[in-house]
């Protein structure tokens, strides 16, 4: 495994041209000489993805038509299986399987994991393979409490990824943290209510 994968993952000669253009290329450019982006899954990265509820899926097919898939469950459905390879249960869905059919002839894949509670994003670059054949990992893979039936798993070996900074990223909560944020708050409020009540009394 190479530990410090080019950038031109993402920058292509193209992105390059107008980096060059628009005057951010020897930026980009020094990062790339201090080692280029990540492809090991550092114990910092496996921890956001363990606690990540989403994330989006893009694939494109054989011509460069692109697709991007939202998919979500319980904190720990995206699995980190080594050092280079993640994989997810593929629930059934509307049954388009518009991104099977472009693994099926274009296996370069994108995730894009968004914490808006900690205003961190992690970019994943890879290649996927769907696997049919391995009751063994799909059950593994299945989360508990998932709900839907699982039809294979996709396992995708990562290339690089990268962090962004958290500019323009709004900060939003998620619905069970902030329920159990009020009800930790009503129950400090009815303690000390409580206890103004004892008081009062004596």
């Avoid at 869905?93 to 205003?119: A, C, I, K």
């Avoid at 990992?137 to 990824?161: D, F, K, N, S």
Wanted: aromatic share 8%.
């Amino acid at each position: 495994m190479d530990p410090t994968p080019s950038s031109d993952v993402a920058f292509s000669p193209a992105v390059k041209a107008i980096q060059a253009e628009r005057g951010s290329r020897e930026h980009y450019a020094r990062m790339e000489r201090r080692g280029g982006w990540q492809a090991e899954i550092t114990p910092d990265l496996a921890a956001f993805i363990a606690a990540q509820r989403s994330f989006y899926l893009a694939t494109a097919s054989a011509d460069g038509q692109p697709y991007i898939q939202h998919r979500g469950g319980p904190p720990g459905f995206l699995r980190v299986l080594d050092a280079e390879t993640l994989a997810f249960a593929d629930l059934a869905g509307n049954r388009q399987y518009v991104s099977l059919g472009n693994l099926s002839e274009n296996p370069r894949v994108q995730l894009f994991l968004m914490d808006y509670t900690q205003r961190r994003r992690i970019k994943i670059w890879g290649t996927a393979r769907v696997v049919t054949d391995d009751p063994a990992l799909l059950q593994m893979l299945v989360p508990e409490g998932g709900q839907g039936r699982a039809e294979q798993a996709i396992v995708i070996h990562v290339t690089a990824w990268d962090a962004n900074c958290p500019q323009h990223i709004p900060q939003r909560f998620e619905a069970a943290d902030v329920a159990r944020a009020i009800a930790e708050r009503d129950e400090r409020i009815a303690a000390l209510e409580a206890e103004v009540a004892r008081l009062r009394g004596a």
